[in-house]
């Protein structure tokens, strides 16, 4: 496999140039209180993220999770076969930042790509719920997507259920793959990690090449991790660092790669020991892109092209028969 650390587009600089111009930044945590940098948040991706294909419904109810009510929001496609497959998503936002408005134009261009309903929890964040706060209620999610009420209620196929994740939300997808492939519940058909945040190191080439983002920037990432694994504790759990899970016997995953991006070398030397491991892989690179670009389909066109591959490989992925009781 062959890395590049190109340029990011100029093209792709214009619109965060243009973006900051008009106001339209995501404030840093580092330096506000966490609430009010939240709030700057959900007004900068509600309003890059803004639109999305229509659905046939939109719904958001709350399921039981391990420390109260998860809210959920469940979006299925005009096009999802009847039973339909199905994907939870697990938002990015470094584990601080994110909910069901901030990524809800991206996950009705998934479900439209992939004709699958996307199941979509606000999972709790850092820094009021460090780890496992967050990685348990995914996989308290995906146990009640995956029960046969919640089968049978929503009218879905068992066999044909995946997880996909960005950035925060990738680390928590592999995170689940191995978890469930070791007996924690039902196995995935597969996994769609992009541009997954999967272990702390800093001294990657891609680290050095992009610190300065956009889109993501070392110190802020540090941060990030600081306020999930506060004191380090869990650094060394695979469920909080999936960097440390053992990859044999993982369902197949799907990686995504953006060329610009800090975190691009994770997913290369992962993609390097899945294929050493024996694990099936797909790898998509979008060049000249930065991490959290897919947020911009509005502004950027190859954000909405990269939203077509991730969703025709989410549905690859679905394609055929791949649960495991």
């Known amino acids: 496999m062959q890395r590049r650390y190109g340029r990011i587009d100029s093209t792709l600089e214009a619109v965060y140039a243009k973006l900051a111009d008009e106001g339209h930044v995501s404030p840093d945590p580092m330096v506000m209180p966490i609430a009010e940098a939240r709030a700057g948040n959900v007004r900068y991706l509600t309003h890059v993220g803004a639109g999305g294909p229509e659905m046939a419904s939109v719904t958001v109810r709350d399921i039981p999770g391990p420390a109260g009510p998860i809210p959920v929001k469940i979006l299925r496609p005009e096009t999802a076969d009847i039973p339909a497959p199905a994907v939870l998503y697990l938002h990015g936002g470094g584990f601080a930042f994110g909910d069901l408005d901030t990524h809800d134009g991206l996950a009705r261009h998934l479900a439209a790509e992939s004709n699958a309903v996307i199941v979509m929890p606000h999972y709790r964040r850092t820094p009021e719920h460090p780890f496992p706060g967050a990685y348990d209620d995914s996989l308290a999610t995906w146990r009640w997507l995956a029960s046969e009420a919640t089968i049978g209620e929503l009218g879905l196929d068992h066999r044909r259920l995946g997880l996909a994740g960005d950035s925060a939300g990738g680390n928590l997808?592999?995170?689940?793959?191995?978890?469930?492939?070791?007996?924690?519940?039902?196995?995935?058909?597969?996994?769609?990690?992009?541009?997954?945040?999967?272990?702390?190191?800093?001294?990657?080439?891609?680290?050095?090449?992009?610190?300065?983002g956009p889109g993501l920037t070392s110190p802020r990432l540090a941060w990030f991790w600081d306020a999930y694994l506060p004191g380090g504790v869990g650094a060394e759990d695979p469920r909080a660092v999936p960097w440390h899970v053992t990859l044999e016997g993982l369902p197949p995953l799907a990686l995504f790669v953006a060329e610009c991006d800090i975190l691009a070398d994770d997913t290369w030397d992962m993609a390097e020991r899945l294929e050493k491991a024996g694990v099936p892989f797909t790898l998509d690179v979008f060049p000249n892109a930065t991490h959290g670009f897919i947020q911009l389909s509005r502004f950027y066109a190859p954000a909405g092209d990269a939203l077509s591959v991730i969703g025709r490989r989410i549905a690859e992925m679905l394609g055929a028969p791949g649960m495991s009781a």
């Open 173 to 212: 997808g592999l995170a689940l793959a191995a978890a469930l492939r070791d007996g924690a519940g039902p196995v995935p058909a597969g996994a769609a990690l992009i541009y997954g945040m999967f272990s702390r190191r800093s001294d990657t080439r891609s680290q050095q090449a992009y610190a300065a």
